[in-house]
């Protein structure tokens, strides 16, 4: 039986690499492997019951609900977009979600916001900032660059929104040389 599986936590090229694996080592049937998402080929209980235990070893959680399954949704796409610089979004992040994910954004946003106590946007600015500390570390870009690639108007809107997420401008940031950066999984 051909199976949907959302998976929550799947935050970059390694959760699905290590998912991929461990499934295939199972013998278990995978179809399809993406961000939030695995797509089984599933014969019986038994192998349902080695995915639930291989997907909890490994810190992710097999979603069951539709509300939990719309948040992952929104937390993936976010996660796309800010993993591929630079951001380049021709329209509103809400007409993106809206339809990306085919469903009304009010909907999406209600969800989401019930579920994480957070609007969509706080938590996209939550992971640019996450990216802008990333690049900072990598010492490949400046400043300006940076913001450029995470699709902000101007630098001064970037240094506000860093200096109240973190507490710190980002040159301070920079020359401690902290290591405050977030888990994906753990942004809220």
């Known amino acids: 039986m051909i199976k949907d599986f959302y998976i929550k936590n799947m935050v970059c090229d390694r959760c699905i690499k290590v998912l991929k694996n461990e499934i295939e080592a199972q013998e278990i049937i995978l179809l399809e492997i993406e961000l939030g998402l695995v797509v089984l080929d599933i014969k019986d209980d038994r192998e ?3 995915l639930k235990s291989v997907v909890e070893s490994n810190c992710f959680e ?3 609900s539709t509300e939990d399954k719309i948040t992952e949704q929104v937390k993936v796409n976010l996660i796309k977009i800010v993993g591929n610089l630079p951001i380049d979004l021709n329209e509103k992040l809400s007409t993106h979600l809206a339809e990306k994910m085919h469903q009304d ?3 999406i ?4 916001s019930f579920t ?3 609007t969509i946007e706080k938590y996209y600015i939550k992971l640019k900032i996450e990216k802008v500390k990333e690049m900072i570390q990598a010492q490949e870009k400046n400043f300006t660059e940076i913001s450029q690639l995470l699709d902000y108007n101007h630098i001064n809107h970037l240094s506000r929104q860093f200096k109240t997420e973190t507490g710190l401008s ?3 940031y920079k020359t401690e040389h902290k290591n405050f950066r977030n888990p994906l999984d753990q942004i809220m």
């Not at 946003?109 to 989401?112: C, D, H, L, P, Q």
């Open 116 to 118: 994480e106590g957070i």
């Open 48 to 50: 349902l019951e080695i």
């Open 109 to 112: 946003s209600k969800v989401f």
């Open 170 to 172: 980002l040159s301070q």
């Open 62 to 64: 097999i979603i069951d």
């Open 105 to 107: 954004y009010s909907k």
